[in-house]
């Protein structure tokens, strides 16, 4: 199965990811959030299958950069529309295993990964 990576090129937890792949030998492909875009019906589909508070990362600086107004009162409209304006804001990496998502790259989503690979 060939499996799609979302994230963003110079991000660390990326690249980490591309090498486990790499060294386990999955086929795979790496998609730039932010050089390459984003369709709002990728993004809706992730929204759907792992929820916006999953995908909306609060921790970043480009999140602590938004003006306080603009972070007051964010649902999932907001929050989708902000990450399609900012990239950044989506946690990564998203993989894509053919319509079957996991967000993260913590030890408990390499698990996660490796059963559906």
């Known amino acids: 199965m060939a499996v799609k990576v ?15 792949l790499d060294a386990d030998g999955v086929e795979h492909s790496f998609h730039d959030v932010r050089a390459d875009g984003l369709a709002a019906d990728e993004l809706d589909a992730w929204v ?19 003006p306080e107004e603009v972070k007051e009162g964010v649902n999932e409209a907001k929050a989708t529309a902000l990450m399609l304006e900012h990239p950044a804001l989506i946690k990564r990496p998203v993989f894509d295993l053919g319509g079957d998502y996991v ?13 559906k690979l």
């Open 6 to 20: 979302y994230g963003l090129k110079n991000c660390d937890t990326c690249r980490k990811a591309r090498k486990w």
């Open 103 to 115: 967000l993260g790259f913590t030890a408990k989503q390499q698990d996660e990964l490796k059963s």
């Open 48 to 66: 759907n299958a792992l929820g916006w508070e999953a995908l909306l990362n609060r921790r970043g600086t480009t999140w602590r950069g938004l």
